[in-house]
Every structure is written in structure tokens, then in C-alpha cells.
């Protein structure tokens, strides 16, 4: 992996050109993860996609292999860090978000710090509005029992809203691993600045580039209706639903997610 020395961070990221010199389109994908995840979770799509575009792939402060020396006080300093990374990387063409859950949370943050960087916006398995008050009370709990629990409390918390019934065990059991390497302190933080996020639904309808919505048909966090309220409210976007996968549809299906991610490029060469 590369690495980005920033004062808050040491930011980890996989660029794929390093894997695969010369993709057909000089479009750059930013694939950012969800929590409590890391850069993993997109090495599926990564390996699909790899001779059509560049693929740029963080693990967020304090995720994977980031180290934190702080934590960030909002999504909005997630954001920061990924700005500071799309600043120091030389790219040959458009840049495109592409947000998986709270990934897409961050894009909210990201869009309306870097007015006019991105020439397409990519939401997977997110949400646009902000929590109930019994959500937000739930990841305040986590974030102040985390010591006490351990991560793999909080792997059997989410393990059984992450995936449809007929996801293969050994696919379930990789995501499952990654959240119980998770440092603890990470996941108090991104609970704590996920619970304070505000509602970004008003950005929706002032976006103005390419936007393709995809969500799992089965996805019991950010549902397919949520999404596709999204999609309606972005003008132009596409949505893309894809059956027999719950909420983590870059692993459950890279496939279709890679397919449609395709047509969002294909969409943005043609201007
Ligand atoms: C994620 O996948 O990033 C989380 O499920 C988002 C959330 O907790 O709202």
C-alpha cells in the first residue's frame, strides 16, 4: 500500500495503476469504505474493474493500515483527509466519489468542500438523511461500551444486517474479520461523528454531476426504497437495484456493482 503523511494521519491507499499501468479510461475512481471496514471491502470491484480506469483506495484515518495521531471530531475531517489525498495524487482525467455507506455519509462532507472537483458521484448502499435520536443513542452506547465489549461484540451486532440470507459463509466471515481488527477507539470515533452528521437530504437536488444510486434489494441499513427516493431527488442520476444482496453489495455482488460503475464512467467520457 502507499501511504500520505498528513498531520492528523498516515493515510493508507491502494492505487491500482500500480497493478495495472494502462485502463482503457483515463477516469480515476476514489472507492471509499464504510464502517467499521476498511479498503478491503472494494478489492472485489478493484480486481474487476482494474483494466478499465484508475482505482483509488483509502482506508479512512485510523482504519486498516491508517494510523491515527487524532481522531477525527466529524465526518467532515474523514473528508478533509480524502481532499488532502485527491490533492496529492497526480491525475490524468475526472475524479468520481464513489461512497459505500458511511463512505457516502462522507461524500456529502467531501461535495461541499471541493466545489467543482468531481465530475461524478457514485452513492452504494448509503443514506443522504441523519439518525433518529434512539439511532443516535445506539452508537453513542456502542462508542462508550467499546472497551468493555470488544470488537467482536460488535461484529455479532451488525453481522446480521450486513448480508442477505444466501451469502456465501466464507464472504461473511472475511467482513467479519475485518471488523474485529478494527481498533477500538476508530469505531467510538466514527460512531460519535456518524451520530452528530446532519441531514444532507437538501444537497441532493443542487447536484449537478453524473450520479449513479446502487443498492442491495435486501439491504436492511440503507433500504432499496431510501435509495431510490435518493435517486429521484438527484437530477439525472440512475438507480441501480440489485437482487439477492443485502447492505454489502461490493462483496455480496462486485459484479453488478462494477457493471454499473462502468456505466457511470461510460456516462462521464461522453460528457
Ligand atoms: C456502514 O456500513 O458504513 C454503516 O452500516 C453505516 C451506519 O452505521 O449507518
Redesign the pocket.
Known amino acids: 500500500m502507499n501511504h500520505l503523511d498528513l498531520s492528523t494521519t498516515k493515510l493508507a491507499y491502494v492505487d491500482s495503476l500500480e497493478e495495472y499501468a494502462s485502463p482503457k479510461s483515463d477516469v480515476t475512481l476514489l472507492l471509499v469504505?464504510?464502517?467499521?471496514?476498511s479498503h478491503k471491502m472494494w478489492l472485489p470491484v478493484v480486481e474487476q474493474l482494474q483494466g478499465e480506469c484508475r482505482m483509488i483506495v483509502p482506508d479512512l484515518r485510523g482504519y486498516g493500515e491508517s494510523l491515527p495521531s487524532q481522531q477525527p471530531a466529524s465526518l467532515a475531517d474523514y473528508a478533509d483527509d480524502l481532499a488532502d489525498l485527491t490533492e496529492s495524487i497526480s491525475l490524468s482525467g475526472p475524479l468520481v466519489y464513489v461512497g459505500?455507506?458511511?463512505?457516502?455519509?462522507i461524500a456529502w462532507e467531501f461535495l461541499k468542500r471541493t466545489p467543482g472537483k468531481l465530475a461524478g458521484l457514485a452513492l452504494v448502499?448509503?443514506?443522504a438523511g441523519n439518525?433518529t435520536e434512539a439511532?443516535r443513542q445506539t452508537?453513542h452506547k456502542m462508542a462508550d461500551k467499546i472497551g468493555e465489549w470488544g470488537t467482536s461484540r460488535v461484529a455479532e451486532i451488525?453481522r446480521p444486517?450486513?448480508f442477505s440470507e444466501g451469502t456465501e459463509e466464507a464472504i461473511v466471515e472475511e467482513t467479519v474479520k475485518v471488523i474485529k481488527a478494527t481498533d477500538p477507539a476508530t469505531i467510538a470515533a466514527s460512531?460519535r461523528a456518524?451520530a452528530a452528521r446532519p441531514d444532507s437530504t437538501s444537497l441532493l437536488s443542487k447536484i449537478t454531476i453524473p450520479t449513479q444510486v446502487i443498492v442491495g434489494e435486501a439491504d436492511a441499513?440503507?433500504t432499496a426504497e431510501e435509495m431510490q427516493s435518493i435517486a429521484e431527488a438527484i437530477p439525472g442520476a440512475e438507480f441501480s437495484s440489485i437482487p439477492n444482496v443485502g447492505?454489502?453489495t461490493p462483496v455480496e455482488n462486485p459484479s453488478a456493482v462494477s457493471e454499473a460503475l462502468l456505466a457511470l464512467v461510460g456516462r462521464i467520457e461522453r460528457g
Open positions: 469504505h464504510g464502517f467499521p471496514l459505500f455507506s458511511m463512505g457516502g455519509y448502499d448509503t443514506r439518525d439511532a452508537r451488525m444486517n450486513l460512531q456518524m441499513i440503507s447492505h454489502m
